[in-house]
């Protein structure tokens, strides 16, 4: 049986959902005992010198994950199905090993590290009251990481989380990325937006729980940062990401 669950959602457009329209509610699949699960978000960079990528406005990566974070943080929470600790605010600036033996030792059943992507190659540009900021206007879309080292029992949670939040993301109107640039860094999955890591990642090698890495989008797009600072996009990927984390924590 499941359960309907109110939660705020922007009107989707067919390719991003539409920050100007008038908030409605959707209904969460829920399994009837699926209870209240712990959840550790991960803002990526923020650690020692590592401040992440510059975005098409010149915004820092870790300023951008960490108001991301506090978002989905708080839209997870408001559905009264998750425990959420947010892993900057635990200990700001911690070394990615000591995020992950936080997450552990709290007991979190899986793992999303929240980024954005640069692609190709930028091109200084100037933006009005930010300076010259990198930008390149191809190559957009969400991709979500996962590393297919260990055990097949260790493996097959992360790439059902990897592939769950892709096929909700691009269900919700969040164009998926393809590809091109990653090279030899990533394997294509069979699912689209979903690749696999070849950098040996730590933050997907290390966890026991199952852990993504969820590229968001590519920062350096103009538009498509643009989208990303609009609650309407926040919302929809919060409601992607809490419903493809019922599917794979509540499936049998």
């Known amino acids: 049986m499941l359960l309907p669950l109110l939660v705020p959602l922007a009107l ?3 390719t991003w959902p539409d920050a100007d329209a008038t908030l409605t509610t959707t209904a969460l699949a829920v399994p009837e005992d699926f209870g209240v699960r712990r959840v550790a978000l991960d803002p990526g960079h923020g650690n020692t010198g590592n401040s992440g990528l510059e975005s098409a406005d010149c915004t820092n990566e870790e300023d951008f994950t960490r108001a991301l974070g506090t978002h989905f943080r708080d839209a997870l929470l408001a559905t009264g199905h998750f425990e959420v600790m947010d892993l900057r605010d635990e200990d700001a600036g911690a070394e990615y090993r000591a995020r992950i033996d936080a997450a552990a030792a709290w007991g979190a059943e899986a793992l999303v590290s929240l980024h ?5 190659a930028g091109t200084q540009t100037e933006v009005e009251g930010r300076g010259s900021c990198p930008q390149n206007a191809a190559e957009p879309g969400f991709s979500v990481l996962f590393s297919d080292e ?8 992360r790439r059902a989380l990897a592939r769950a939040v892709a096929a909700r993301m691009s269900g919700l109107g969040l164009p998926a990325y393809d590809g091109a640039d990653y090279g030899d860094a990533y394997d294509a999955d069979t699912s689209a937006g979903v690749f696999i890591d070849r950098r040996g990642l730590f933050m997907l090698r290390r966890p026991t729980m199952p ?17 990303w ?14 419903q493809a984390l019922i599917d794979v924590l509540g499936a049998p």
Do not use: C, K, M, Y
Request: proline letters at 6%.
């Open 211 to 227: 852990s993504v890495i969820f590229e968001t989008h590519h920062a350096w797009h103009p538009e498509e940062w643009a989208r």
């Open 150 to 157: 260990g055990t097949e029992g260790v493996v097959a949670p």
């Open 229 to 242: 600072q609009e609650a309407g996009t926040r919302d929809a990927a919060a409601l992607a990401l809490a």
């Open 116 to 120: 954005a992507d640069s692609r190709g």
């Open 12 to 14: 989707a457009s067919p």
